[in-house]
């Protein structure tokens, strides 16, 4: 085969079986589902897929009232939808790369907007901002899932985790901040005299306090989300 054929890119390019699993990662920004029943994924993720598959948009009451009333603030932003039945899904999100997470009866948070996919034995729940002060930062709302199973999160560019200690919080822009482990509460605060040097330097500078023990995942990148409406 010469150097550019279309043989060899088909052969470079193609889908291959690595045998990791229910998740794995055909390319960095691309997942494959073995699907075997059923999977929470992003709206509007879907690529393409081989086999028997069924798409369903969340019903507004699957979860239950306070998940509906959730929904009515956070927008699309917060939907899932529900793929149901036997082959191969792909997934991918605008191109960001891609994390896949192993939980064993732990718990985090994801900012809603980087949670691709995630098992159906994983509980999750939407959580609202503690301030309203924060909706300005644009980060609306966050989904804590717990319990055991695999979750895909995305990032635009290499994620990088920052340790928790009781003895050194960690502050971040809530615009870069992916993710953090499930027993920390981030407080919101504002700080006038950084608003030049944290974040996008206009208006209020808007930050995440995390105190405690755990991890924080961040993103070199400032994601702008779009509010309920807009």
Do not use: C
């Not at 996008?200 to 409406?229: D, N, T, W």
């Amino acid at each position: 085969m010469s150097r550019y054929s279309i043989a060899e890119f088909v052969e470079t390019t193609r889908q291959q079986d690595r045998g990791e699993g229910k998740f794995e990662l055909e390319s960095p920004r691309l997942l494959e589902v073995n699907l075997n029943g059923m999977v929470w994924t992003k709206t509007g993720s879907m690529v393409a897929y081989v086999g028997q598959i069924k798409f369903e948009r969340e019903r507004i009451l699957e979860k239950g009232l306070g998940k509906m009333l959730k929904k009515a603030v956070t927008g699309e932003g917060a939907r899932l939808t529900k793929a149901t039945g036997q082959g191969r899904l792909y997934l991918a999100d605008t191109g960001k790369k891609i994390s896949i997470l192993d939980l064993h009866d732990e718990s985090m948070f994801v900012n809603g907007n980087d949670l691709l996919a995630l098992e159906e034995s994983i509980e999750w729940d939407i959580k609202m901002m503690k301030k309203m002060t924060a909706m300005l930062a644009g980060g609306l709302f966050n989904v804590k899932l717990s319990g055991s199973g695999m979750v895909a999160i995305t990032t635009h560019y290499d994620p990088l985790t920052l340790i928790v200690r009781p003895d050194q919080p960690v502050v971040t822009d809530p615009n870069a901040t992916v993710a953090w482990s499930g027993n920390l509460s981030p407080e919101f605060r504002t700080d006038i005299s950084l608003k030049t040097f944290f974040g996008r330097g206009s208006g209020e500078s808007i930050q995440m306090e995390f105190r405690g023990e755990g991890f924080v995942v961040i993103q070199p990148y400032e994601e702008v989300y779009l509010q309920a409406g807009q």
